[in-house]
T-cell receptor, first 114, second 116 residues
Framework: DAKTTQPNSMESNEEEPVHLPCNHS???????IHWYRQLPSQGPEYVIH???SNVNNRMASLAIAEDRKSSTLILHRATLRDAAVYYC???????????????FGKGTLLTVNP | DTEVTQTPKHLVMGMTNKKSLKCEQH?????MYWYKQKAKKPPELMFV???????INESVPSRFSPECPNSSLLNLHLHALQPEDSALYLC???????????????FGSGTRLTVV
């Protein structure tokens, strides 16, 4: 599986934007970029995903570099409830059993200061 | 219903006990997963079921035995576990990827297992 690299931790202030980076220099053409987050004492939660174009949803925005070797998850106004571990994951959608694998890396621990 | 429900939320078992973890979803997802998560580590995939058939076993010891009795239910049977098996066990479900879409996984809140 193609790997991702994220900073171990980041800090943000409440109500400010947060940009969480992810490097994936070995990404293949069939890899989607997924972001999940895990709040304390909960299971991971799907945030957003994309292939080539930038994506927006009610939770966040995903900015994907033109060469697809990096991406950035953007939380437009951080709240205390956004404090979590954020995982950037590549998911290959080509045929084969590995379709079903969602492999987590170490993620970025986001701390939001009041 | 957009949830994955796991029971029990907490479980303490002895090394000679047999217990089961249960996972249920009613979203029509035909792929279901078990993950194991140790403290301060990312979740690690254990098993994948697709259309109620085991499709991936990530070399998990036989003291963990999965079962998928129907499309809504996934069990994990535990027998003769070791203290190092203490962890958060997460269940997830998703659409099976056979279309042009790419669906996210829905996770349950997990069962926190302690082996004594």
């Amino acid at each position: 599986d193609a790997k991702t690299t994220q900073p171990n931790s980041m800090e943000s202030n409440e109500e400010e934007p947060v940009h969480l980076p992810c490097n994936h220099s070995t990404i293949s053409g069939t890899d989607y970029i997924h972001w999940y987050r895990q709040l304390p004492s909960q299971g991971p939660e799907y945030v957003i995903h994309g292939l080539t174009s930038n994506v927006n949803n009610r939770m966040a925005s995903l900015a994907i570099a033109e060469d697809r070797k990096s991406s950035t998850l953007i939380l437009h106004r951080a709240t205390l409830r956004d404090a979590a571990v954020y995982y950037c994951i590549l998911r290959d959608v080509s045929s084969g059993g590995s379709n079903y694998k969602l492999t987590f890396g170490k993620g970025t621990l986001l701390t939001v200061n009041p | 219903d957009t949830e994955v429900t796991q029971t029990p939320k907490h479980l303490v078992m002895g090394m000679t006990n047999k217990k089961s973890l249960k996972c249920e979803q009613h979203m029509g997802h035909r792929a279901m997963y078990w993950y194991k998560q140790k403290a301060k580590k990312p979740p690690e995939l254990m098993f994948v079921y697709s259309y109620e058939k085991l499709s991936i076993n990530e070399s998990v010891p036989s003291r963990f035995s999965p079962e998928c009795p129907n499309s809504s239910l996934l069990n994990l049977h535990l027998h003769a576990l070791q203290p190092e098996d203490s962890a958060l066990y997460l269940c997830a479900s998703s659409q099976v990827i056979r279309t042009t879409h790419n669906y996210g996984y829905t996770f349950g809140s997990g069962t926190r297992l302690t082996v004594v």
